[in-house]
């Protein structure tokens, strides 16, 4: 998160970046009260996990959850690859890569 703050501090403005961190940070607080929230990752993938997602503020928060406890796992900005990173699977389409000309 301090990383993430500082590059939008540099790339915007202090003001951007405090907002942006305060928006993930109610996301995630939020998973507290309601885990199923998210989107299941074996939902969209033929994938064994229990990974979910949710996306805010131009970025997917990558957690867990069981009965007592949510822990979220990794933050991605919206042009990373999560699903590369994680599984080694490409969760991205022809005109994703297009649009963010990659």
């Known amino acids: 998160m301090l990383s993430l703050k500082e590059d939008l501090t540099e790339r915007f403005d202090e003001n951007v970046a405090g907002k942006a961190i305060t928006s993930l940070v109610s996301a995630m607080d939020s998973l507290g009260l309601f885990p199923e929230k998210g989107v299941s990752i074996s939902s969209i993938y033929s994938l064994e996990t229990d990974y979910c997602y949710l996306f805010s503020t131009h970025n997917y ?41 990659e």
């Open 61 to 101: 928060i990558v957690y867990r959850f069981d009965e007592t406890t949510v822990t979220i796992l990794q933050l991605f900005d919206e042009r990373q690859d999560f699903m590369k990173t994680l599984f080694g699977l490409s969760g991205r389409t022809q005109e994703s890569i297009d649009y963010w000309d």
